[in-house]
């Protein structure tokens, strides 16, 4: 009985550390064309959790769209949930799809 719970909590413990790596550095994927400011500028945006209220951890972020002076792309939560947002040099950051489940 103390072998699964002390397996349990390992693997716990090991889900927590992986979550915590992942807040401070999601995964961009799609994003190989972007200069490096902008790669640079999206990945601070996405770090750290969504909010003080909603305990969301930010997994990965998929670069949907690249166009001539904006970069839309999606911004995908643990346990549910992804935003849509863009990026501008001009203006900087906008919500263009709020908080919604997968």
């Given at each position: 009985m103390?072998?699964?719970?002390i397996?349990?909590?390992?693997?716990?413990?090991?889900?927590l550390l992986s979550l915590c790596v992942l807040c401070a550095h999601p995964i961009l994927?799609?994003?190989?064309?972007?200069?490096a400011e902008e790669r640079k500028a999206i990945l601070s945006q996405a770090k750290g959790v969504?909010?003080?209220?909603?305990?969301?951890?930010?997994v990965f972020v998929s670069v949907e769209k690249v166009?001539?002076?904006?970069?839309?792309?999606?911004?995908r939560y643990f346990p549910f949930?992804?935003?849509?947002?863009?990026?501008?040099?001009p203006d900087g950051y906008?919500?263009?799809?709020p908080l919604t489940r997968w």
């Open positions: 103390k072998k699964k719970w397996l349990l909590l390992t693997i716990a413990a090991a889900i994927l799609g994003g190989a064309d972007l200069p969504y909010s003080d209220r909603l305990w969301l951890v930010p166009g001539a002076q904006r970069v839309y792309y999606t911004v949930g992804s935003v849509g947002m863009s990026y501008g040099e906008n919500i263009e799809k």
